[in-house]
């Protein structure tokens, strides 16, 4: 199973560009990278998703370089309410369970 | 028109007691999931059903067992349970198991706080 790894935790002011980056070496061929965000006190909701290069949605960016082993979240002008856990996974490309394997996430804390 | 919905949303109890907590989605998946969340934030998966059956578990202990009795509803019944048990519950669903390799977008619920005393 691909493990992922990523920053602990970032800081930020409102109306900045924030990325987060995550490392997912031993990524599988027909894995995709999947990111999902976490409220306190909330389940995690999904954000973006993406197989190589660039996807964009309302919400987020999703940069993976051509290698695939890291990927970039982008949150462009992050505002207070955006402060939230963030998690990189990648998926079980062993067997079709649909299993997430959840990391420590990032935590992103955006100041005013 | 909650999509994943959780009850109860907090539960205290002593150790030794058998609780149970309840998952149901309106959104017509077909595989649901429970997940722990402990005091450090690991989210780490449970169960997995799919149509009723189940396709993933992980090393739980048996004092856990998940019932399906259709494919809306996926509750999680803890026979003895022990200090270590507190933590929030997650439950989620997809409408289909991981695409070949790929990551399955999953709707989670609200959680529900287990406090063991």
């Known amino acids: 199973l691909a493990k992922t790894t990523q920053p602990i935790s970032m800081d930020s002011y409102e109306g900045q560009e924030v990325n987060i980056t995550c490392s997912h070496n031993?990524?599988?061929?027909?894995?995709?990278i999947t990111w999902y965000q976490q409220f306190p006190s909330q389940g995690p909701r999904f954000i973006i998703q993406?197989?190589?290069t660039k996807v964009t949605n309302e919400v987020a960016s999703l940069f993976i370089p051509a290698d695939r082993k890291s990927s970039t979240l982008s949150l462009p002008r992050v505002s207070l309410s955006d402060t939230a856990v963030y998690y990189c996974l990648v998926g079980d490309g062993s067997s079709n369970t649909g299993k997430l394997i959840f990391g420590q996430g990032t935590t992103l804390q955006v100041k005013p | 028109d909650t999509a994943v919905s959780q009850t109860p949303k907090y539960l205290v109890t002593q150790m030794g007691n058998d609780k149970s907590i309840k998952c149901e989605q309106n959104l017509g998946h077909d595989t649901m999931y429970w997940y722990k969340q402990d005091s450090k934030k690991f989210l780490k998966i449970m169960f997995s059903?799919?149509?009723?059956?189940?396709?993933i578990n992980e090393t739980v202990p048996n004092r856990f067992s998940p019932k399906s009795p259709d494919k809306a509803h996926l509750n999680l019944h803890i026979n003895s349970l022990e200090l270590g048990d507190s933590a929030v519950y997650f439950c989620?669903?997809?409408?289909?198991?991981?695409?070949?390799?790929?990551?399955?977008?999953?709707?989670f619920g609200p959680g529900t706080r287990l406090t063991v005393l």
């Open positions: 059903y799919n149509n009723k059956e189940l396709i």
């Open positions: 031993n990524i599988a061929t027909n894995d995709y």
């Open positions: 989620a669903s997809s409408q289909m198991l991981g695409r070949s390799g790929g990551a399955n977008e999953q709707f």
């Open positions: 993406g197989y190589k």
